[in-house]
């Protein structure tokens, strides 16, 4: 076994394994990561004795923020091992090395979102805890109440660290955001005094859009009514300790800060 570091020549390998581990992702989402994302982003990969691309992994540049201070961390995603190597030790070796190199640069905390409760329980004995990820609920929007803009990015962006300000949270940059709302929209919220920001990605077949994130909290619903209508929404707050909370999960390296935990995560970049 092998554990080095990826290359625009492993792209083909590396989407193989891809679509085999992630099926749901069709190879325009799997061609967008690798054109928006993986540029910035540090694959690692582990062979077999024949030189076979058998695991990988990709760490993501990110910052944990909580007021004026922040962290330098890193997002590893996508995690997957060949169907027939799996059960001997790859993802553990990958993992391994790339926990190895991240430290070399100074990196101070690894973040990932596992799928199942199997991974997650897998991640914990490699020394990840879990944190706070985004309530997905059914929230009612009764009535239209308040005001939404739509607004680009990077408005969403800063209006995102606003409504986060005192909260632990990992801070995303503009393809981040890009990708995990791919074809969504963003919108500025006010409602009276309040404001607040709602990512919003389409469903095909005519559904209600999802709302990939609503903050700073489910009041603010009403706002985001005016521009979509009344009625059933399924949303993601940063509101923890509900039923269908999504998976996030972070392991301190040189040193812990639990004065930064629980860290809101938002986005799993699904």
């Known amino acids: 076994m092998r554990t080095r570091k990826t290359t625009p020549a492993d792209i083909p390998a590396l989407k193989a394994i891809w679509n085999e581990?992630?099926?749901?992702?069709?190879?325009?989402?799997?061609?967008?990561?690798?054109?928006?994302?993986?540029?910035?982003?540090?694959?690692?990969?582990?062979?077999?004795?024949?030189?076979?691309?058998?695991?990988?992994?990709f760490a993501l540049p990110q910052t944990i923020v909580k007021g004026e201070k922040q962290l330098k961390a890193a997002y590893l995603y996508a995690v997957a091992t060949k169907k027939e190597h799996r059960g001997q030790g790859y993802c553990r070796a990958v993992m391994a090395y790339a926990e190895?190199?991240?430290?070399?640069?100074?990196?101070?905390?690894?973040?990932?979102?596992?799928?199942?409760?199997?991974?997650?329980?897998?991640?914990?004995?490699?020394?990840?805890?879990?944190?706070?990820?985004?309530s997905k609920l059914m929230l009612n929007c009764?009535?239209?109440?308040?005001?939404?803009?739509?607004?680009?990015?990077?408005?969403?962006?800063?209006?995102?660290?606003?409504?986060?300000?005192?909260?632990?949270?990992?801070?995303?940059?503009?393809?981040?955001?890009?990708?995990?709302?791919?074809?969504?929209?963003?919108?500025?919220?006010?409602a009276g005094y309040s404001m607040g920001c709602a990512a919003v990605k389409a469903r095909e077949n005519g559904a209600r859009a999802f709302v990939y994130e609503l903050l700073p909290d489910r009041k603010i619903l009403g706002a985001l009514g005016e521009k979509l209508g009344a009625g059933q929404y399924e949303v993601q707050t940063a509101q923890?300790?509900?039923?269908?909370?999504?998976?996030?999960?972070l392991k301190w390296l040189d040193k812990e800060y639990p004065e930064f935990e629980p860290v809101y995560m938002g986005f799993a970049l699904e």
């Open 21 to 57: 581990a992630f099926a749901e992702d069709s190879a325009q989402d799997i061609d967008e990561f690798f054109e928006t994302l993986y540029p910035n982003a540090t694959g690692f990969c582990a062979e077999d004795e024949t030189g076979c691309v058998c695991a990988m992994l």
């Open 100 to 134: 190895k190199e991240l430290r070399k640069r100074y990196v101070e905390a690894l973040l990932l979102s596992p799928a199942t409760q199997d991974l997650a329980d897998f991640y914990a004995r490699l020394g990840f805890s879990r944190q706070m990820g985004g």
């Open 142 to 190: 009764a009535e239209a109440k308040g005001q939404a803009t739509e607004i680009g990015v990077q408005d969403y962006a800063g209006l995102r660290e606003t409504a986060l300000w005192d909260i632990s949270h990992v801070r995303y940059d503009k393809a981040q955001l890009e990708y995990a709302v791919s074809g969504g929209k963003f919108y500025c919220l006010m």
């Open 240 to 249: 923890s300790g509900q039923d269908g909370e999504t998976w996030c999960m």
